[in-house]
């Protein structure tokens, strides 16, 4: 399957080769701090090859500590030409949708699953059943069926020792993590409001074919709610993410609403939202987000309005606390596409390496995927939802495999 694209545009046009010198120092950095550690390689397998699947099993390739002995794609060329590009033999490299039975049985401790979300939940099972190291791209599912068997299967992973890893970019940049950390230390006061937004240049949405082979590529999936989780949870999830990071709780209860505008939709995804999200305190989380080609600045953020001060929390742009006894100045946030998947793919080696278990982006992962389903279905349905509500439903998106490759 094709894999996690660039979350923008903008991003898009930065190019991964681009930032080829300042991904080198982060991998060298890393591995330094490894120390004699970052020479104990891991076999490692790659499951879904689309740009951002390519790109992770580039990095893992260069980080120095792992070996990529088998890789998995959906469709044979991918799997077998990129298999090729380094260095993995042709018969471990599999395609079709059992592709990634092949990679977990070939020997590997570590698996990476770059996949369309639709199948994480199987795919993590399966790799958690036969005690691998999982790293996973986000979100982990598209519904709460989903939720619940990566939930089930990280639990089964910790049991057994062994890490896993949700790859979010934005809680690794350093400057975010100390503006989060000044907010948790009381430095805007009391959490009055928080406001994310997630705002993007949208996805092609070409007519639909017999079989759905043709919504696997190159980002077409997203704007097919089953396949992808609608617009909110699989881009918009940055900034959610990023509020629960710094809020430390879930909320009860969403309402909004949303609709499709793009030209010629023919996937099912909204890409206009604007929901509210309701906490068991009082506090108020209002998520707005526009998917369209109008060439809008791009946004992934997260702002927090306390009773003393302020801060804003960035996928990229500017990140700060301003007012207080806490304010700090912070700075740009710039490659986060990249560099937070770099110091991503160090920690789960080093993680896996040193014996750590507690696995931290787990919970909040689940939890963020569970409050982005909620407000995607209390936006399209236009009403109150509370979480209670949603899981009582526990309603599966299905997709229509048939005519696939198995």
Not at 96 to 112: H, M, R
Not at 153 to 158: G, L, N, Q, V
Not at 198 to 223: C, H, M, Q
Request: glycine letters at 10%; proline letters at 4%; one cysteine or more.
């Amino acid at each position: 399957m094709n894999s996690r694209e660039n979350p923008s545009e903008r991003i898009t046009r930065r190019g991964f080769v681009r930032q080829t010198a300042a991904s080198s120092f982060l991998v060298m950095a890393a591995s330094s701090a490894l120390g004699s550690q970052a020479n104990a390689r891991i076999k490692a397998g790659v499951v879904g090859l689309g740009g951002r699947g390519r790109m992770i099993a580039t990095m893992v390739r260069d980080h120095g500590g792992y070996e990529i002995t088998a890789v998995a794609d959906y469709f044979p060329e991918i799997a077998q030409g990129f298999g090729e590009q380094i260095n993995v033999p042709g018969e471990r490299c599999f395609s079709g949708l059992s592709g990634y039975q092949g990679v977990i049985e070939s020997g590997i401790e570590a698996v990476f699953l770059e996949a369309l979300p639709y199948f994480f939940p199987e795919h993590v099972t399966a790799a958690c059943n036969a005690g691998l190291h999982v790293y996973m791209a986000k979100p982990v599912a598209v519904d709460a069926p989903g939720c619940l068997a990566i939930d089930a299967a990280a639990k089964k992973a910790a049991r057994k020792n062994r890490c896993f890893l949700v790859d979010y970019q934005m809680p690794t940049d350093p400057i975010n993590i100390e503006i989060r950390q000044r907010i948790l230390d009381g430095g805007v006061g009391n959490l009055a409001y928080v406001q994310t937004y997630g705002y993007g240049g949208g996805f092609e949405d070409p007519p639909k074919t017999a079989t759905i082979e043709s919504r696997l590529r190159n980002l077409i999936w997203v704007n097919d709610a089953a396949l992808g989780g609608d617009y909110i949870v699989n881009y918009d999830i940055h900034a959610i993410d990023a509020a629960l990071w710094v809020i430390g709780r879930n909320p009860v209860a969403a309402a909004g609403a949303s609709r499709i505008c793009r030209p010629a939709p023919h996937g099912d995804s909204r890409d206009v939202c604007s929901v509210v999200y309701e906490f068991d305190d009082g506090l108020v989380l209002n998520h707005a987000a526009v998917a369209l080609p109008n060439k809008a600045q791009s946004a992934l953020t997260c702002q927090v309005y306390g009773t003393e001060a302020h801060a804003q929390i960035n996928y990229w742009g500017s990140a700060f606390l301003r007012g207080g006894a806490k304010e700090f100045e912070g700075g740009n946030i710039n490659n986060l596409y990249t560099d937070g998947a770099l110091r991503n793919i160090a920690t789960f080696h080093d993680d896996i390496v040193h014996g750590r278990h507690e696995n931290p982006t787990v919970r909040r992962s689940i939890d963020g995927c569970l409050v982005t389903i909620l407000g995607r279905e209390a936006a399209a349905r236009k009403t109150r939802m509370t979480m209670a509500e949603l899981l009582k439903e526990n309603k599966r998106l299905e997709v229509d495999l048939s005519g696939l490759k198995v």
